[in-house]
């Protein structure tokens, strides 16, 4: 396994959870890093990305000023800090690995199991 997804849950509307994947040093260190989500019946669409410097690069606009992705390269993990969850927020999360700076599935190389969080009202 290359990545591995965790930190998902059951949560209220508006609270937090943070995902976090781990990865290894050689993945994190060649790779652009991106957070994905899976809604039931919908396809998997970017949530948001990261650069190997730690730079976030991208930000699906509905998360935007409510979700942080950053990663600590000490640790090897790329976490997903999601504040003010709605239930539109519900989704299987999957993290990926991507050699290509625009982030998106057809370029993501390793993919992460995946990880359930749901939102209630």
């Known amino acids: 396994v290359q990545l591995q997804a965790s930190g998902g849950g059951l949560v209220q509307s508006g609270g937090s959870l943070r995902l976090s994947c781990a990865a290894s040093e050689r993945i994190l260190s060649t790779h652009y890093m991106g957070w994905f989500r899976q809604a039931p019946g919908k396809d998997r669409e970017l949530v948001a990305a990261i650069s190997w410097n730690r730079r976030p690069t991208y930000y699906e606009v509905s998360v935007q000023g409510r979700f942080t992705i950053s990663r600590d390269n000490g640790a090897n993990t790329v976490d997903l800090q999601m504040n003010n969850l709605e239930v539109d927020d519900t989704a299987v999360y999957f993290c990926?690995?991507?050699?290509?700076?625009?982030?998106?599935?057809?370029?993501?190389?390793?993919w992460g199991q995946g990880t359930l969080v749901t939102v209630s009202s």
């Open positions: 990926g690995a991507s050699h290509d700076n625009m982030v998106s599935v057809r370029t993501v190389k390793y």
